[in-house]
Each structure stands twice: as C-alpha cells, then as structure tokens.
C-alpha cells in the first residue's frame, strides 16, 4: 500500500495538473474569432455571413439585438431548428463569441430592459394574423426550409425565425421584440410596421403580448421508445438471392430508383475474393431526396438509402439504419417528419419483399 | 510514480479531456476555406492519412441534377479498414449497415462543407467490446475533418 507522502505527492502532482489545464482553459476562452471558427463558422459563414445558419453579421441584426439575446441563443439554441444548443462551452467561451460577433461592426448595443411589455395578447392576435403570419406561420412556427445553403438555389440567406420556440423566447426580451417591430431588419423581409403598416405602440405592445402567449415549443427527445431501434431489421423467410431480388423488385412501388448492388468489402477486399454472402442495396427517391435537402442540407449522412442483406448460419437477416433515430443528431423538427417517412418506406418495403 | 498512481492520474486526465466531449454535438461540421474540387482532395487524403481504405465516392450531386433538380457538388465518401469490415461484418451482423463508414462533402459557394457524426449513437445499442472502437470511429471523424480543414486553409 501506498504510504502518506506519497499520496500526498500524487495529490499535488494532479492538482498541479489539473490547475495548469484549467487556466489554458481560460486562456482559449478568450481566443472569440477562434472559437467562432470551431463551432459556429460550419453554419453561419466563416465572416458570419450565412449559409446553413442566418447571417449573423447582418447590421441590421447584430446592431439590434443585446448581448443577453445572443448569450442565451447560444446557450440554449433553437430546439428542433437546426441550431444546437451550446451551453456545454460554459460562461466564458459563450462571452468571448458574442464579443467576437460584436467585433464585426465595432458597435455596442445597449442592453434591453427585462421588464414586460403591457398589452392585449387577444388584439395582438389579430394583428398577428393579419401582419405576421404569412411568414412567421400561424403559430409562430416560422418559415419552411430549414435546409439553407448556398449550394442551392436560394433568394435570402435570411428565414423567419420561429417565434414560438423555446430558445427564442427564453433570449428575447419583449423590449427587443418591440424594437424588431418598430424598427424591422434592413436587408432582411422584416419590415417596420410602424412605418409600412401605421401600427401604433399600443398595437405592437399588443403584438409582442401575442408573441409572448406562444407556448415555447420544446422538441422531444428522440430515443428508441418512441423512434424504434436503430435498425430496421426482418428475417427472409427466403435464401439469399431471392431476397436480395425481392428487395429489388420492390424498389419501384417506393419510388426509389435501384443505384447499385454491392457486396458490402467491395473496394475493401481483393477483386473477385469479396463475401458475396453480405450484400448492400443502394437506391435513391430523387424526388424525395431534393425534398430533404431543402428541409435539412446535411441529409448526406443517410444517402444513398440503403438496405443490406446478410446471410446468418441459419437465416438471412435484412437491414437498414432507422432514419427516425439518426434524425436525432439534427436538431430539425422538419427534418423528424421526413425521417419518420422514410423509416416507414423502408418497413413498407421489407415487408413487401419478404411476404 | 506507481502504477495505480499513474493510473489514478491518467483517469482524472482522461475524464477532464472528456467532459467536453460528452456534452459536445454528436454531428461533426466543418467549412473547408476552399473550393470543393481541393476540398475533396484533402478529405479523401485526410481519410487515407488516418488508416483508411477508400471504397467509392457516391456522386449524389449528378443522380440530382440528371433529374432535374439543382444542386451544387454533393458527395458521399465511403471508406474503411479491410480487416476492420470484414471482421466486425461478421461478429456484428447489426453492424453491417453502418459499414463503410462514410463523410458527406458539399459546395457551399466558395467553400465546402464536410459532415460526419461520431457514431455514438450506436453505443447503446452494441455490447461494450465495441465501443472502444466506436469510439475509436468518432475520434478519427474529428481528426480527418480537422485535417482536411487545416490543409483547407487558403
């Protein structure tokens, strides 16, 4: 057993350790442009200029908004709308990236009063619909095509965030959401209703009521309860080849377009020594696919759609990763409903094959 | 130093280097300051660097554009290690449909954005012989999108 001094030794050895990596901790923290372009530069544009996320750099955005709306919005994220949440950075980090983003048009912008607006959220509701919706969605839900890029055609870099998700409620406060309505967002849809509708201040007091009302969406939780396992899977009542030509033959009644049969070494094993007893059907529903990536551009991580078939000792075993459980990693509710689909063409399908 | 010391210290190492990574996002992106032709280049040369055997690269963009859909350059890159695939195919038949592992690359203007998770995913779902090599998986997604990010750089 260990005597006293040298625990005591060990103990100051790892304190020494672990104090010396907290403080370089410390040190990166400060390094925003760096750790913009670690997490955030993939989305928003490495000048923050958008892509998949909006253009933070925007003027008209970022002088408009308090560093508490993008503390928080880091923080906490936009649930099921593609932005992570990324509260695990900690305090420091979070500050030293708003104060890069500050840095890109040098200006400060005053913090927000905290206090509540007073207004009508019924009458505010009405103006809702009459002056909001048409982008914001009946329910604050915001606007389709979560999936921006500019690898497709595209007419804004910009979409109507969604007025009911959590995040947003929880980093706005209504004094910003007023000022957002007074003033609009130049170079974006967003207008001044003031201006372009005549609202007065009672009425946009009684449009950020309205706003307020929204329940704050929550995106639940995808696990294997609710979403399946992570593999489709069905035993073949048939040998291998028929199967794997089943499968095939029932591409077509879904919509999917047979890309390839391979075995699953191809390209791993030698030529002519692959195992010919584990094999991948690749396919695509283009239609379907143009559909996703306007939803969600990262769809790639499920193409081709794919089902591979695999001969046991005592049976033949076909599989397919279940969408609406890798949907999880998207933080994209949209995205969700299409995986959920998918998840159901390929039990569909199996189903039909295996007859 | 004695053992159980050093081991006591590697741990604490260990678990300090990880807390970030368990909060951290299981999908891996990043933008390469490059136009997708290089990028390409330094993601398969990234994948190759780390161990691994390139099996096909999948030409989404082209399937999309012949049908009348546009798109930019999108491309799906399989790989593996041959023995890895082989054996694991075969221990693991459940395994089989994450196998080649694979890295999305698209254009985005003059950039080019690369895709991957880190697989933990399956984690829970595969006994815990495996997850020192899905582990394993997640670390080399990081290390060949970083690489290919640096060597990116314009």
């Keep these: 057993m260990p005597n006293t001094l040298e625990i005591t030794k060990t103990t100051a050895a790892t304190a020494i350790i672990l104090l010396g990596l907290v403080f370089s901790a410390t040190a990166r923290a400060d390094d925003g442009e760096a750790l913009f372009q670690q997490h955030c530069a993939a989305c928003h544009g490495k000048d923050g200029r958008g892509g998949v996320g909006v253009p933070l750099a925007l003027p008209a955005f970022i002088n408009s908004v308090d560093d508490r709306y993008l503390r928080e919005s880091i923080r906490l994220g936009r649930p099921g709308r593609v932005m992570p949440a990324f509260g695990y950075l900690g305090e420091k980090k979070i500050d030293a990236l708003v104060d890069h983003m500050r840095s890109w048009t040098g ?80 170079g974006s849809p967003m207008v001044s209703f003031t201006k372009s509708a005549g609202l007065n201040e009672q009425d946009i007091n009684n449009l950020v009521a309205h706003v307020r009302s929204f329940p704050g969406k929550v995106r639940p939780e995808i ?83 794919r089902i591979t078939i695999v001969q046991l000792a005592d049976k033949v075993k076909v599989m397919a990763v279940n969408p609406k459980r890798m949907s999880a990693l998207f933080n994209n509710e949209e995205l969700d409903r299409l995986c959920d689909r998918m998840r159901q063409t390929y039990t569909d399908l199996m189903e039909e094959a295996l007859l | 130093m004695k053992t159980w010391q050093m081991k006591l210290v590697s741990s604490l190492l260990l678990l300090l280097a990880l807390l970030p990574a368990a909060h951290a996002n299981k999908l891996i992106m990043v933008r390469i300051d490059n136009n997708f032709k290089n990028a390409m280049d330094f993601v398969q040369a990234a994948v190759q660097e780390q161990g691994y055997r390139i099996t096909r690269v999948q030409r989404v963009d082209k399937g999309l554009n012949s049908t009348g859909h546009k798109t930019d350059f999108y ?52 006994p815990s012989e495996l997850h020192p090599t899905i582990e394993r998986w997640g670390a080399d997604m990081r290390e060949i999108l970083e690489t290919a990010q640096l060597t990116g750089v314009r």
């Design chain 1, 223 to 305: 696990t294997a309860a609710n979403a399946g396992p992570l593999v489709i899977e069905r035993d073949s009542p048939y040998d291998f080849k028929t199967t794997v030509n089943n499968i095939k033959n029932a591409l077509p009644s879904y919509n999917l377009v047979l890309i390839r049969e391979q075995a699953l070494d191809q390209g791993l094993a030698s030529k002519g020594k692959e195992n010919k007893n584990q094999t991948i059907i690749y396919s695509c529903g283009f239609h379907m696919l143009n559909e996703a990536l306007k939803v969600d551009p990262r769809v790639g991580l499920f193409l081709p759609c």
């Design chain 2, 75 to 126: 491309r799906v890159v399989f790989f593996g290690k041959p023995e890895e695939v082989t054996r694991l195919a075969k221990q693991y038949p459940g395994l089989a449909p994450f196998l080649p592992l694979k890295i999305v690359v698209f254009a985005e203007e003059k950039d080019t954005l690369v895709l991957a998770h880190d697989y933990t995913l399956l984690k829970a779902e595969f």
């Design chain 1, 107 to 186: 200006k400060r912008v005053a913090a927000f009063p905290t206090a509540t607006v007073k207004g009508n959220a019924v009458k505010g509701a009405k103006l809702y619909a009459t002056y909001c919706t048409a982008c914001h969605g009946a329910n604050g839900e915001g606007s389709k095509g979560t999936g921006v890029t500019f690898s497709r055609p595209r007419n804004l870099p910009v979409l109507a965030p969604a007025l009911n998700n959590s995040g947003f409620l929880a980093s706005a406060t209504d004094a910003m959401i007023k000022n957002t309505l007074i003033k609009g967002r130049q």
